[in-house]
């Protein structure tokens, strides 16, 4: 197993609550890390027919028979199970009793809104990040190779090829997904949207012209995308709201959570052919905002990241509130820096004023420097960079 950086949050919540929430996509390494950290809990998959009856016929029996506490896996699938469990672990007053672990955020999330509020520390799980593999050594040894393979862990453990590895992902575990939350009576059409989506990550989300070029309405469009998101596959980034005395664009940006899953949607199959590709620039601006995703979830964080645009074009790729003040990213995918790089930052401080932060620029290069008064950070560097 490939040490995770959410262990620390999970150690210190656990502390605090009486319940952990470890939400996630599928295959993103939750059941193995909740394993590894609590190793000296009771471990059952809800997924389990047997196990599922049981809880669902007599919740208390299922629940009593955990006197050190427990792992629950995919406890969605059991929702009745959350209002016994509240009542058990009132009882108790023992923190860090139960781990609840699952894949479907809304069913999850939802459930413990209603019966655990208050209780639970939550913790969501991505794909490793760059400074997961980069402190095992499992780095790409390209940028390319890294747009292409992406970050679940199953690339990482095992032989396998990311086209390999993805036609199965999505025809196994999306497609099931679907059919649990959402009736798609044209799986094809659904899987013709997925990809649509991917090819506008890093792109204002027109839910309108999204739905149109599917074939579907827009009603249809906002549906689908919600199961994206309660998957974990998707995230929008919300424009700032601030406006600094610009009109501003109201709509969110569309992200996927994983490049590599985006690149085999698009139907790039080797890393060779991602150096020309028309959408590079659109991969690695997708890789950058996870891994900033990623750092605020390993912490046990919501990511509260924003971009910032004006009716005019100015545009930051990324904003971040910090107690300092404004820290302003913008992403550049080339590997050599430009001297224009910085023209939409400088604009963007004429608009912020002193509320704002020197700003940093990722790009597709290496290392690390300081340029025209913005710190310059390669895409290996990100693993060491934090906002």
């Not at 295959?27 to 196990?51: C, H, I, M, R």
């Not at 940006?253 to 028309?278: C, E, N, P």
């Not at 597709?364 to 960079?385: I, K, P, T």
């Amino acid at each position: 197993m490939i040490p995770r950086t959410a262990t620390q949050a999970l150690h210190r919540l656990a502390q605090g609550f009486p319940i952990l929430a470890l939400t996630g996509p599928r295959q993103s390494g939750k059941t193995t890390l909740a394993k590894a950290v609590f190793a000296d809990k009771a471990y059952v998959s809800l997924e389990n027919p047997d196990e599922n009856e049981f809880a669902e016929r007599d919740p208390r029996a299922f629940l009593n028979r955990f006197t050190d506490g427990a792992i629950l896996d995919e406890v969605q699938r059991c929702p009745r199970l959350l209002s016994w469990l509240q009542g058990l672990v009132d009882e108790r007053g023992r923190m860090g009793d139960f781990v609840l672990t699952g894949s479907a955020q809304f069913e999850l999330i939802a459930g413990v809104t209603q019966s655990l509020a208050g209780r639970v520390g939550r913790i969501e799980l991505l794909p490793l990040s760059a400074a997961e593999l980069a402190a095992s050594g499992q780095s790409p040894k390209t940028l390319e190779d890294m747009l292409l393979r992406g970050a679940y862990p199953a690339l990482y453990d095992r032989p396998l090829a990311p086209y390999d590895w993805f036609a199965n992902y999505v025809a196994t575990y999306l497609e099931r997904d679907v059919r649990q939350l959402i009736k798609v009576r044209d799986l094809s059409l659904f899987q013709r949207f997925v990809r649509m989506c991917a090819a506008r990550s890093g792109q204002l989300l027109n839910l309108a012209a999204l739905g149109a070029d599917c074939g579907i309405s827009a009603v249809t469009a906002r549906e689908w995308l919600s199961v994206l998101e309660a998957s974990y596959l998707v995230v929008r980034l919300n424009p700032y709201h601030r406006n600094f005395g610009k009109r501003l664009v109201k709509t969110p940006k569309l992200y996927f959570l994983d490049v590599g899953l985006m690149a085999w949607l698009l139907g790039i199959r080797d890393a060779t052919s991602i150096q020309t590709h028309a959408a590079r620039g659109a991969l690695f601006e997708t890789y950058v905002v996870s891994e900033f995703i990623k750092q605020r979830y390993n912490a046990g964080q919501a990511h509260e990241l924003y971009f910032w645009r004006d009716n005019v074009g100015h545009e930051v790729d990324v904003l971040v509130e910090t107690p300092a003040g404004l820290q302003a990213v913008e992403i550049k995918s080339g590997s050599t820096f430009a001297s224009d790089w910085p023209d939409a930052l400088r604009q963007w401080q004429k608009f912020a004023a002193e509320e704002t932060l020197p700003p940093v620029i990722v790009y597709g290069g290496s290392g690390s420097h300081e340029r025209q008064g913005c710190r310059v950070v390669g895409w290996r560097e990100l693993a060491d960079f934090a906002l």
